[in-house]
């Protein structure tokens, strides 16, 4: 049986109870399994859903200018608690990357344009959508 078979089966009390058996492990890990088994462990209790560190790392590599709002700056931009904000800083972020060319420096249209995609009709809702798109697009 996988880990994250036994973590969808396990009360929040019993993760918190593996966790702390095993943190000093993780501490052995180089940074980039640690990412991944932080990930796994954080979708796995929380669901499709960007943490706010998978988040930085997704907005750093975008191309070509990567984050251009930080976390405050996008609580700021889109104050609206129905989505995390990790999805909000991936949209905006994702905005600016993507149609910079046709907005320049205009950061309503960007907010305007976060807000469409956030809440479209079509989707199964802002976070999912965003975090689907982000791993798989």
């Known amino acids: 049986m996988l880990v994250t ?3 969808q089966e396990a009360s929040p009390d019993t993760m918190k109870s593996w966790l702390t058996i095993l943190e000093p492990y993780f501490s052995k890990l180089d940074s980039k399994d640690y990412q991944c ?3 796994e462990i954080y979708e796995t209790i929380y669901g499709e859903v960007l943490s ?3 988040a930085k790392r997704l907005v750093c590599d975008m191309k070509p200018y990567g984050e251009h709002w ?3 700056q996008v609580e700021q931009a889109i104050n609206n ?3 995390k904000l990790s999805t909000r800083y991936y949209t905006l972020n994702m905005m600016y990357n993507d149609y910079h060319s046709l907005f320049q420096e205009d950061t309503n249209k960007y907010v305007e344009l976060a807000l469409m995609w956030l809440e479209d009709e079509d989707s ?4 999912i959508k965003t975090y ?3 791993l798989y697009v």
């Open 124 to 127: 199964d809702g802002g976070d």
């Open 132 to 134: 689907r798109y982000a």
């Open 5 to 7: 078979e036994l973590m």
């Open 81 to 83: 608690r129905e989505w």
């Open 70 to 72: 930080t976390m405050e």
């Open 37 to 39: 088994l932080y990930d």
């Open 52 to 54: 706010d560190e998978k």
